[in-house]
């Protein structure tokens, strides 16, 4: 385990501190996870601060202790080359970077509901309705299919269904815009893509795996592995994988930006 830098050592402190500060809070019934984690932009609880709040955050101790043991096995050694304020820069933008990607990846998810609202709205009938079920995993669709079926024999009225709807949808609307997202895995993956570039023939070794990888391959392993399981989406996956992958292409285009720079100096 390489030597904690300074740069490190106070991003790994703050993060300790919040995680702390959070079970200390919880008894006098403030939430802090609630005030700092990352939520979607058209939430009611969103604010632009938590692009940054939300990377000190984390949802348990095995979620934190992984993120910070990665943070001291690759920042110590990039900051220790770079320097604490460039090490420290590339740590926040990656990280405001991964949640800002995977707000995007929130929206075109969201848009095949809002869509359907729209077009349910515009022509009520029983397959706009069957659609509108279809858009989200949040509506239960089966449920919705035998609602349309039984408008279709009138068994509900068209006054029926609307105001049935009027009260359903904000609550449809409040599951899909408050959902949220905390921790430092998407700064970290930033650190882990600069570690792979910066040292990419040193073996680095998985727990479990008595063989040593190359930082290249490593990096590449996780890459495609966190593009895989975003794209497939698992029922129970709460794993902001976009995110994973934002850090990375993020950190990807600050490097290109400081390379580029360089040569231009030169």
Excluded at 1 to 17: D, Q
Excluded at 39 to 58: A, C, E, G, N, R
Aim: charged share 10%; hydrophobic share 50%; glycine share 8%.
């Amino acid at each position: 385990m390489p030597p904690i830098t300074n740069g490190v050592k106070a991003i790994l402190l703050a993060n300790i501190a919040v995680f702390i500060l959070g079970y200390l809070v919880q008894m006098t019934g403030f939430d802090i996870d609630h005030a700092l984690s990352l939520y979607y932009i058209k939430s009611q609880y969103f604010k632009p601060l938590q692009f940054i709040t939300y990377m000190f955050v984390h949802a348990g101790f095995m979620h934190i202790f992984f993120n910070m043991f990665a943070l001291t096995q690759f920042g110590s050694m990039i900051e220790s080359v770079w320097g604490t304020k460039r090490f420290v820069f590339y740590y926040l933008v990656t990280g405001v970077g991964a949640g800002i990607i995977n707000m995007l990846v929130w929206h075109f998810q969201i848009m095949p509901y809002t869509d359907a609202v729209a077009a349910f709205y515009a022509a009520p009938s029983p397959d706009a309705l069957v659609a509108l079920g279809n858009s989200t995993d949040v509506i239960n669709d089966a449920v919705v299919a035998e609602l349309a079926d039984r408008w279709r024999t009138g068994f509900y009225t068209n006054e029926q269904i609307m105001d049935s709807m009027e009260q359903e949808l904000p609550k449809i609307q409040a599951a899909l815009y408050n959902q949220s997202m905390v921790g430092a895995s998407g700064a970290v993956f930033g650190l882990l893509l600069a570690f792979g570039l910066m040292f990419p023939n040193l073996k680095l070794q998985l727990l479990f795996i008595p063989i040593g990888i190359p930082a290249k391959y490593f990096v590449l392993l996780y890459g495609v592995a966190e593009l895989f399981f975003g794209i497939k989406d698992f029922s129970g996956d709460n794993i902001a994988h976009f995110a994973h992958l934002g850090g990375m292409l993020v950190g990807l285009v600050v490097l290109l930006c400081w390379e580029y720079g360089r040569r231009r100096r030169e």
